[in-house]
């Protein structure tokens, strides 16, 4: 699997551990020495114990939200993801992520860029 197929599986992996926040779910998205960054800011998370760990500080419920997502661009092992998340109490975020993989299907590097639009007709 590789190019826009490999983005997509993942992305759809990605739901799942969201949805699930089961540890062996958000580590199977990631390579051991794997990076995220929760802003592209952030110096990232490293590996699958500090992955986890933030990943379940700033956890979602499963039925708190509704994601949608389509594949922009691919470039090699690098992924741009566009979604939209909107949650149950009418906050919505626009979101945009890079993401860089392993022949294996499993990120190497994870950066997230979210933000909320301007105005309530978001």
Known sequence: MQGRELAENWVRQYERAWATNDPDDIRALFTPDG??????WDE???GHDAIVQQWLDAQ??????????EVVAVDGET???QGRTTYTDG?????LW?????????ATSFTEWYMEPPGADA
């Open 60 to 69: 979602d419920s499963a039925d708190d939200h509704e994601f949608t997502w």
């Open 35 to 40: 990076e995220y960054r929760f802003h592209p």
């Open 98 to 106: 890079v993401i860089r993989f392993t022949e294996d299907g499993r």
């Open 79 to 81: 992924a741009v993801v």
């Open 91 to 95: 906050d919505v975020y626009l979101n």
């Open 44 to 46: 990232p998370a490293v």
